[in-house]
């Protein structure tokens, strides 16, 4: 048997190559790389700590003496990953030619700092909040895909035949395909209504008075969306915590999608600061799932059965398996 790979960690580095060819026209890590596996645990690290209840938010007096920890963690998360922007401004800024098109986000960004209308600082937070909401949601959600797609080996066989069928053998399966490829993307649909990888969103604050359904959600309080338990909730799904992507097959639920109009599923949030990244993420998602199993077969390690696999979860602002899956890829 050949060796297991980590899904979750393979699928984070493209993810993060993915993310920083788009931004800067340069791939951040190569795979099995120390620097990909530290950008991870910074990632992690940020989610985690955005994601713990801080008791100074509760009692702002405490806000100096950061008593978890939080602010200060916090703190040198950012300054590592500030530290790698700042070498790749200055590369950028070495190579990068005036006016003209420019080839990336990153150009782009200079020019309007080149114009004053944007500070360095400016620019590294705003790269620091696209790797850290990009990075770590796609990849944990091709790694809960894949978790129960080897849960459900016949499921695992549909995409892999349908890639067959409608792409051709031997043959990658491009963006534009995403829209032929309907038991795939039904695939990703049930994920997300399972392993919603932002189970609560992102907190929000009522800016005023608010009635909703007879409940009054007063000013400043802080709201925070349960999508993972709508996703679990059996008025709304048969069935409704089995893994059963043909639902969106069928007429009465095959129109609703994950874009902020159907509310019974909406892991990216919905109206106004839904996530921007949609877009990119519902291609880096479909696109790296369907690389993954159009290419290689798929084993468990010996002795592991599909049905036990472990199916627990990490919390932190985001959702992670808190067992890595590990398998084992085959030539198809
Ligand atoms: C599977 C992948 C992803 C999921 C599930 C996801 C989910 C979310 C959710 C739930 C929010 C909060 C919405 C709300 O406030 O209610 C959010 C915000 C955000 N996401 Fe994503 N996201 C994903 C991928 C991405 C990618 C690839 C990018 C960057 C290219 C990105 C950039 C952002 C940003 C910048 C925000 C903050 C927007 C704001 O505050 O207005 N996300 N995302």
């Not at 700042?86 to 098109?101: A, H, Q, V, Y």
């Not at 114009?115 to 990849?139: C, M, Q, W």
């Not at 709304?236 to 159907?262: C, M, Q, T, V």
Request: aromatic residues 8%; charged residues 25%.
């Amino acid at each position: 048997m050949g060796r297991a790979v980590d899904i979750g960690r393979a699928a984070f580095t493209t993810s993060l190559n993915l993310m920083s060819a788009t931004l800067f026209s340069v791939e951040f890590a190569p795979f099995n790389s120390d620097s990909s596996q530290e950008m991870r645990d910074v990632v992690w690290g940020v989610m985690k700590n955005i994601g713990s209840p801080n008791l100074a938010d509760y009692f702002p007096v405490l806000k100096r003496a950061d008593p978890q920890g939080i602010l200060r963690e916090t703190t040198v998360y950012f300054e590592k990953l500030f530290a790698i922007f700042d070498r790749i401004i200055d590369e950028k800024l070495k190579t990068k030619t005036s006016g003209g098109e420019k080839s990336d986000l990153l150009e782009a960004l200079i020019d309007l700092h080149e114009r004053d209308e944007l500070s360095r600082n400016d620019i590294k937070h705003l790269l620091l909040d696209l790797f850290v909401a990009g990075t770590d949601t796609t990849s944990g959600m091709v790694e809960w895909t894949m978790t129960e797609l080897l849960r459900n080996p016949e499921k695992l066989s549909r995409v892999r035949n349908e890639i067959t069928d409608i792409i051709g053998e031997n043959k990658q399966v491009q963006e534009s395909d995403i829209p032929r490829l309907p038991y795939l993307q039904a695939v990703v649909k049930e994920t997300f209504r399972l392993h919603p990888v932002a189970p609560f969103l992102v907190p929000h604050k009522a800016e005023t008075d608010v009635e909703i359904n007879g409940y009054i959600v007063p000013k400043n309080a802080q709201v925070l969306v349960n999508v993972w338990a709508s996703g679990r909730d059996s008025g709304i799904w048969p069935n409704a915590d089995s893994f059963l992507p043909e639902r969106f097959l069928d007429h009465k639920y095959d129109k609703i999608d994950f874009r902020g109009n159907d509310f019974e599923l909406i892991p990216f949030g919905a109206g106004r600061r839904i996530c921007p990244g949609l877009p990119l993420a519902y291609r880096m998602v479909h696109l790296m799932l369907a690389t993954l199993v159009g290419n290689f077969g798929w084993e468990l390690e010996e002795s592991v059965k599909p049905q036990e696999l472990d199916m627990n979860e990490k919390f932190g602002l985001t959702l992670q398996k808190a067992i890595p899956l590990k398998v084992v890829p085959t030539k198809l």
